[in-house]
């Protein structure tokens, strides 16, 4: 009996594992450019963002979202706040000189607080 339960929690992995999508990282790419990277968690997620841009003249990234985002979360590789800014706006600008090189996470949290929207951030 514990021979065919451990068959049958294999096979059931096995299938799990070989049916699983997965989205290839080019579909969850919003912003790439040799300064900065930025993707989404979740293909969904792209409609959120109306544009999403990185401006080399001013070393910002500029969003224009499709909900009105109260705050924006920003935390560091280790998954520590870094800033919490308020932004009342569906228009942001982000400026690069407010990070080091590294691997950030960026919570968008919208209207009335009821959604956050995290997107992933690598600055070069």
């Not at 990234?61 to 560091?76: G, K, S």
């Not at 280790?78 to 800014?85: E, P």
């Amino acid at each position: 009996m514990k021979a065919f339960i451990i068959s049958l929690v294999i096979g059931i992995a096995t299938a799990t594992t070989s049916f699983a999508s997965v989205t290839p990282e080019s579909e969850l790419s919003i912003i790439n450019t040799a300064s900065v990277e930025l993707t989404v968690v979740n293909v969904l997620q792209k409609d959120f963002f109306q544009t999403a841009t990185y401006n080399s003249q001013l070393d910002a990234l500029e969003f224009v979202t499709a909900d009105y985002v109260n705050y924006l979360q920003i935390f560091d590789e280790s998954g520590k706040l870094v800033y919490q800014l308020p932004v009342m706006s569906n228009k942001l600008k982000i400026s690069k000189k407010m990070f080091d090189q590294g691997v950030y996470k960026i919570g968008f949290i919208t209207k009335n607080n009821t959604t956050i929207q995290f997107t992933n951030l690598k600055v070069n």
